[in-house]
């Protein structure tokens, strides 16, 4: 029997066993993970042989490792979202307001700079991975609209992270006076309608859904109007046929926190219900809580120790005073 002969014997054996294994593996679903070396190497589907050379050479020591790299953020955000702005106080002397006088001014001893915090990409993505876990429960949505003198970094990682439309509106927003067709100065005005546009053209047996997103809000209101004159943007467009008629106006607001907190007399989910809006965010802030916050920042506490931390981590209606602690909706 010359060698040629035995060498196509174990071949053709060897064939016919991969060839069983392949009959198996397509047949049956069982994890050989944490079988001896043996099944755990026979048995192991090649896609898994080759996402483990695949991970070698990106310089993970496992398969494991990889997922834990790239798996969609799963943190616990009611510690996450305190840890966060601990890093956003600064003690300083602020006022802000409306510029109305008949409006209420606010006076605080502590900074929340959350836009200057977010000029770092991974603070950004941060931000943006904590925001996203609020609107988690709002389904589909194509578009997210805030303004200019917003934070334009976050907004920016909508488009890039989920592949949706962002909105800005101009800042101080008064119309565009524009010679030619008559709605024009909206397409100038909020930059991205027209991309919207051709997103409903592709999609026009759908609805197209926004939403509004922001870093923080203080009293609201001029945030308020602008979200208000897009919907009413929108509306005059889609009587003019100059936009798709199953575009939505925005019913939602998502922002980390409001940096106010007014207790018993504040008006602004008041106000915003009356609009038809919902704000979804973690809680509202008093100076007792960001200064509990810059003792957080320095090492003097824990964010478990934060007063609403408990009332964040319960399901159901809050348990502290705060009623717009953050719950899973």
């Not at 993970?60 to 790299?69: G, H, L, P, T, Y």
């Not at 609020?134 to 194509?142: A, P, Q, R």
């Not at 409903?200 to 208000?228: F, H, M, Q, W």
Request: proline share 2%.
């Amino acid at each position: 029997m010359d060698f040629g002969f035995v060498m196509n014997i174990i071949l053709a054996v060897f064939l016919f066993i991969f060839t069983i294994r392949d009959i198996l593996l397509s047949n049956i679903a069982v994890d050989f993970s944490n079988s001896n070396w043996f099944f755990k190497w026979f048995l192991s589907p090649k896609q898994h042989i080759a996402a483990k050379q695949l991970a070698k050479e990106m310089g993970f020591d496992s398969n494991e490792d990889v997922i834990k790299k790239t798996k969609k953020y799963k943190g616990d955000p009611c510690e996450d979202v305190i840890k966060y702005l601990s890093e956003c106080i600064h003690k300083d002397k602020y006022f802000f307001g409306s510029k109305d006088i008949n409006e209420q001014k606010h006076t605080t001893d502590y900074y929340v700079d959350i836009m200057g915090f977010t000029h770092k990409k991974d603070n950004c993505e941060m931000l943006y991975k904590l925001i996203s876990n609020l609107i988690k429960h709002e389904g589909d949505y194509h578009y997210v609209f805030s303004t200019k003198d917003m934070n334009m970094s976050l907004l920016a990682m909508f488009p890039f992270k989920e592949n949706v439309i962002s909105i800005a509106a101009k800042e101080n927003n008064n119309l565009s006076e524009v010679i030619s067709k008559s709605n024009e100065e909206y397409f100038i005005n909020y930059e991205g309608l027209r991309e919207l546009q051709k997103y409903y053209r592709k999609n026009s047996n759908n609805p197209i859904k926004g939403i509004a997103v922001t870093c923080n809000l203080a009293d609201g209101k001029k945030y308020l109007e602008e979200i208000i004159k897009f919907n009413e943007a929108l509306e005059e467009l889609k009587k003019s046929g100059e936009i798709g008629s199953k575009i939505q106006i925005i019913k939602t607001v998502y922002l980390l926190c409001r940096v106010i907190d007014n207790g018993d007399k504040d008006n602004f989910d008041i106000e915003y219900d009356e609009a038809g809006l919902k704000c979804y965010r973690y809680f509202d802030l008093n100076d007792d809580k960001k200064k509990f916050l810059l003792s957080i920042s320095k090492g003097e506490n824990e964010s478990h120790d934060f007063p609403c931390y408990k009332c964040m981590k319960k399901k159901g209606k809050p348990k502290c005073k705060n009623k717009n602690c953050y719950k899973d909706r």
